[in-house]
């Protein structure tokens, strides 16, 4: 399936990248199955679980933050952040 970029947040989206990320884990809703096109948008939606591409360590949202930061390198990276993100339930 696939996520436009119209379909990712309420906000206007100008890099998919600082969105998402290769190996992202995203929990997302179908909104045309003849397409299948999914869609992001909302609080619930979002990247439930990401990788460091650094070091490949699981990233942890930074407090107060739309922000994941890795523990291991320290990297931070922008992403459309699920409410449930972290949480192991998708």
Do not use: W
């Not at 696939?2 to 379909?7: E, G, R, T």
């Amino acid at each position: 399936a696939a996520i436009h970029v119209s379909n990712v947040k309420e906000a206007y989206v100008r890099d998919m990248s600082n969105e998402f990320g290769i190996s992202d884990i995203i929990k997302g809703k179908v909104i045309n199955l003849e397409t299948m096109r999914l869609t992001t948008s909302g609080a619930e939606l979002g990247v439930m679980k990401a990788l460091c591409p650094n070091c490949h360590t699981s990233m942890v949202k930074d407090q107060g933050k739309d922000k994941l930061k890795c523990p291991s390198c320290g990297n931070i990276q922008n992403r459309k952040i699920a409410a449930g993100f972290g949480t192991g339930i998708i």
